[in-house]
T-cell receptor, first 113, second 109 residues
Framework: DTAVSQTPKYLVTQMGNDKSIKCEQNLGHDTMYWYKQDSKKFLKIMFSYNNKELIINETVPNRFSPKSPDKAHLNLHINSLELGDSAVYFC????????????FGPGTRLTVL | AQRVTQPEKLLSVFKGAPVELKCNYS??????LFWYVQYSRQRLQLLLR??SRESIKGFTADLNKGETSFHLKKPFAQEEDSAMYYC???????????FGTGTQLKVEL
C-alpha cells in the first residue's frame, strides 16, 4: 500500500528516444508534482498539476510533457532524450489548501547514453 | 523571486557532537519552511515544518525572520542521522516547494 509509486525505477535509453515515467498516488491528494534531481543532488520542481490542471510549469524544455489522466496519476513523457536529461525524477503529491507535506515517490533514475 | 540557500554541501561531525545545518531564505511574503531528509536509498521525506514547532528525531528548527534563517539543529548527532538534508520554502499559493541545494550530513564514529 505504497502512497506514491513510480515506474520504472531505472530507465536506461539512447539519445533521441522517447520515454515515459508513470506516477500514481493513493492518498486521495488533488495535487501532484514532478521534480528533477541532478547529479549534484540539486532538486528542482518541473511541473505541478491540481485536479488534472497544470498549475506550475517551470522553465522546462517542451520535450517534457506531463499528462494527468485523473488526479491520482501524473505521467511524464520525454521526447528526443538528451544526455542532459540524465537525472533522478521524483513524483510527489499533496493536498491543496493545507500547509502540509508533500509525499514523494521513490524516484526514477534515468540514464541517457 | 524566492530562494533558499544552504551554504554547506557537506557537513561531517562525530557521533555525540552537536549538529547545525544552515538554511537561509529570500522571500517577500510570509514564509512556510520545511526540512526534508533523504536517507541512503530511500525516498525524500518530511522531517519537520516550522509551523508545527516540533522536535522530530531530536531535531529542531526555529524560524528567524530577522535573519531570514531556518537552521536545523540537534544537540547530539547519531550515526543514523547521516543523510541528505534539504531546506524548502513553500510558495505559489501553497503549491510550490523551492528547495535548497542540500547538505550531506555525515556522522562519524
Amino acid at each position: 500500500d505504497t502512497a506514491v509509486s513510480q515506474t520504472p525505477k531505472y530507465l536506461v535509453t539512447q539519445m533521441g528516444n522517447d520515454k515515459s515515467i508513470k506516477c500514481e498516488q493513493n492518498l486521495g491528494h488533488d495535487t501532484m508534482y514532478w521534480y528533477k534531481q541532478d547529479s549534484k543532488k540539486f532538486l528542482k520542481i518541473m511541473f505541478s498539476y491540481n485536479n488534472k490542471e497544470l498549475i506550475i510549469n517551470e522553465t522546462v524544455p517542451n520535450r517534457f510533457s506531463p499528462k494527468s489522466p485523473d488526479k491520482a496519476h501524473l505521467n511524464l513523457h520525454i521526447n528526443s532524450l538528451e544526455l542532459g536529461d540524465s537525472a533522478v525524477y521524483f513524483c510527489a503529491s499533496s493536498q491543496t489548501g493545507t500547509v502540509d507535506e508533500q509525499f514523494f515517490g521513490p524516484g526514477t533514475r534515468l540514464t541517457v547514453l | 523571486a524566492q530562494r533558499v540557500t544552504q551554504p554547506e554541501k557537506l557537513l561531517s561531525v562525530f557521533k555525540g557532537a552537536p549538529v547545525e545545518l544552515k538554511c537561509n531564505y529570500s522571500y517577500s511574503g510570509s514564509p512556510e519552511l520545511f526540512w526534508y531528509v533523504q536517507y541512503s536509498r530511500q525516498r525524500l521525506q518530511l522531517l519537520l515544518r516550522h509551523i508545527s514547532r516540533e522536535s522530530i528525531k531530536g531535531f529542531t528548527a526555529d524560524l528567524n525572520k530577522g535573519e531570514t534563517s531556518f537552521h536545523l539543529k540537534k544537540p547530539f548527532a547519531q550515526e543514523e542521522d547521516s543523510a541528505m538534508y534539504y531546506c524548502a520554502l513553500l510558495t505559489g499559493g501553497g503549491n510550490k516547494l523551492t528547495f535548497g541545494t542540500g547538505t550531506q550530513l555525515k556522522v562519524e564514529l
